[in-house]
């Protein structure tokens, strides 16, 4: 025999209708006993939320930086680029090899700077324009001031080099393309191709340059592609929960390394209390919440026990006696849950004023995603069902004489 719920759907609704003072009851106290959780939940989402945004729009939280110089195979470059917490590396020159002097088209003193090799989809420049090729560079804002030039402009650099007892210096023009705002960088780095960085690399080393026409220092000698050593890297993690991760593996490879992992670390312990927290409460919730609605249900069946025999010999089977405690729960815990999610929503804007700047956070402190609502909801509706299936175990033993004789 097949369930008629849309019978029983009517059947229970109507009950519930009849008694709509105690339904209505049952309905505040479950508004009342999940306000608060999905409060608790929109302050806890929102503060991590907050804190990891925070964190992944500066681009520096995200960088691994290597504190010393060493030997780099294209070996474990490869194994490196290939693991998938990484979203951008690059290899890079010697710190002395890097060093160049900058002068801007009518500055007579020269600016001590250092070259940091960059592609499209470099974290610093946000978007902006990328170094290509032997003639392009991208100023920091700090050294497009110091050497007064701007972005379509043109700056010398001045390179030098000892090989040997021999002392040497050229001038190479390159034009800027663009600057870094002196939020993300308070540096005069400039920031050049891969390929510029290793021309100057190897006329450094003693060696010629043909596309650049600079002439080798060791006659008959040129350097071979394949021999250039890699000392040193620009790594980037995919996602500020990435960066202990990639730390801890650089530093079981034997690098000394420099991130800002702490904070990132700092943020996840938070939201780790706070989770524990949040479960914490929301069970003992949960808990009461089920007693009292499993309770009431119980003794509505009680006292219902002769409307539910009389049902049962008007052909209704003990199977589908049974299932409607169980709809009257699912609606009474739906009806409560909608009435708070709505509610919650409302507050949001209020808690945002009342807690702005909290922390010295920014943006919206307490959040909640709609689709976090519908989560709460459908789990209050299954805890409903749940909360009368006991209620469902004493109407299906009911007898229907004896229930007829219960006066």
């Known amino acids: 025999m097949s369930l008629r719920l849309g019978l029983l759907f009517r059947l229970a609704r109507r009950d519930l209708l009849h008694g709509w003072q105690a339904a209505g009851c049952l309905c505040i106290a479950v508004t009342v006993a999940l306000l608060p959780l999905l409060l608790l939940y929109a302050l806890k989402f929102g503060v991590v939320n907050n804190m990891i945004s925070s964190l992944r729009d500066d681009p520096r939280v995200r960088e691994i930086r290597l504190m010393r110089d060493t030997e780099l195979t294209e070996a474990w470059f ?7 917490r990484v979203a951008f590396l690059l290899p890079r020159a010697r710190y002395l090899a890097g060093s160049v002097r900058l002068r801007g088209p009518d500055s007579r003193s020269m600016l001590d700077s250092r ?3 960059s592609v499209t989809g470099d974290p610093y420049l946000a978007g902006g324009p990328a170094p290509a090729g032997l003639s392009e560079a991208v100023l920091t804002e700090r050294a497009a001031i110091e050497t007064g030039v701007r972005t379509g402009g043109t700056i010398t650099f001045v390179i030098l080099r000892t090989v040997g007892e021999q002392r040497e210096s050229l001038r190479h023009e390159v034009t800027v393309v663009g600057t870094i705002p002196r939020d993300l960088l308070q540096t005069d780095d400039v920031f050049v191709a891969p390929e510029l960085e290793g021309a100057i690399e190897r006329w ?5 340059v043909p596309e650049l026409g600079w002439e080798s220092a060791r006659a008959g000698t040129r350097l071979d592609a394949g021999a250039r050593s890699i000392a040193s890297f620009r790594l980037f993690a995919r996602d500020v929960r990435d960066v202990p991760g990639l730390r801890d593996r650089l530093l079981q490879d034997g ?4 991130t800002r992992a702490s904070a990132v670390e700092t943020a996840l312990e938070i939201e780790t209390g706070l989770t524990w927290i949040f479960f914490a409460i929301s069970s003992l919730a949960s808990a009461g919440f089920l007693l009292t609605l499993g309770l009431h249900l119980a003794a509505s069946v009680v006292e219902k026990s002769r409307e539910l025999s009389l049902l049962r010999l008007l052909g209704l089977s003990s199977a589908e006696i049974s299932l409607m405690p169980s709809l009257q729960g699912m609606m009474i815990a739906l009806t409560g849950s909608v009435a708070a999610a709505l509610i919650a929503l409302g507050l949001q804007p209020l808690i945002n004023r009342g807690l702005e700047g909290l922390a010295g956070l920014s943006g ?3 959040e909640i995603a709609p689709h976090h609502l519908l989560v709460a909801t459908l789990t209050a509706t299954a805890a409903g069902a749940a909360a009368g299936c006991l209620a469902g175990y004493r109407a299906a033993r ?10």
């Not at 450094?204 to 010629?208: D, M, Q, V």
């Open 364 to 366: 919206r402190i307490s």
């Open 255 to 258: 690098l000394d390394v420099e």
């Open 398 to 407: 009911l007898e229907p004489t004896k229930g007829l004789r219960h006066d």
């Open 115 to 117: 070259m940091i090799p």
């Open 204 to 208: 450094r080393e003693g060696f010629a």
């Open 78 to 84: 490869a194994d490196l680029a290939d693991d998938p």
